[in-house]
């Protein structure tokens, strides 16, 4: 098993491009996050989906979107890219229903946004 | 909704001495509490966790202690090793679900040899 994998490892971009994250998870897990890890802050969830077709707002939405369109998969958008959206990238996937609230984290994007 | 203030912000033991790690949580309704520890570089991964409904857990060389009634939660870490060195992060569920985690800011821990 591959656990979590996230597409791309890094990425520059300009401001105002767009791009999208990839997570894929071969755990047959239900709920999948996206978080963003920035120095002296920690972890902090951006969106959530909770089953395939479903996505929710988490702490930090504004500027991303995301789709869930297969259960293995989370995908994260970047309509317009920002300065502040520098950032390392954090996709995890968690399966409650089988008995465990542990998140199984994927190994991040490092994005950088000029 | 949600704090977890996590103290200190750096910590550094000589080799062998032992470790702690504090956190304050803001939702007394919170019932879950992960620990995950991050190496330079690599993924968040869990070390330990802790329910609302127990007092202490320990697995080897680390413990959690929950103290609901002050809503703090610890991390213990005794006779550090150099592979210990690395960031830690405590967590919280907030109220609104049993699944998303709220995070500490993180400890950056150095083990000297």
């Known amino acids: 098993n591959a656990g979590v994998t996230q597409t791309p490892k890094f990425r520059v971009l300009k401001t105002g491009q767009s791009m999208t994250l990839l997570c894929a998870q071969d755990m047959n897990h239900e709920y999948m996050y996206w978080y963003r890890q920035d120095p002296g802050m920690g972890l902090r969830l951006i969106h959530y989906s909770v089953g395939e077709g479903t996505t929710a707002k988490g702490e930090v939405p504004d500027g991303y979107n995301v789709s869930r369109l297969k259960k293995q998969n989370f995908l994260l958008g970047l309509e317009s890219a920002a300065p502040s959206q520098t950032s390392v990238y954090f996709c995890?996937?968690?399966?409650?229903?089988?008995?465990?609230?542990?998140?199984?984290f994927g190994p991040g994007t490092r994005l950088t946004v000029l | 909704g949600e704090n977890v203030e996590q103290h200190p912000s750096t910590l550094s033991v000589q080799e062998g001495d032992s470790a702690v790690i504090k956190c304050t949580y803001s939702?007394?309704?919170?019932?879950?509490f992960p620990w995950y520890k991050q190496e330079l570089g690599k993924r968040p991964q869990l070390i330990i966790d802790i329910r609302s409904n127990v007092g202490e857990k320990k697995d080897q060389r680390i413990a959690v202690t929950l103290n609901k009634t002050a809503k703090h939660f610890s991390l213990h870490i005794t006779e550090t090793q150099p592979e210990d060195s690395a960031v830690y992060f405590c967590a919280a569920t907030p109220m609104d679900s049993s699944y998303k985690l709220i995070f500490g800011s993180g400890t950056r821990l150095l083990v000297r040899p």
């Open positions: 939702d007394s309704a919170s019932n879950y």
């Open positions: 995890a996937s968690s399966s409650p229903g089988q008995g465990s609230d542990t998140q199984y």
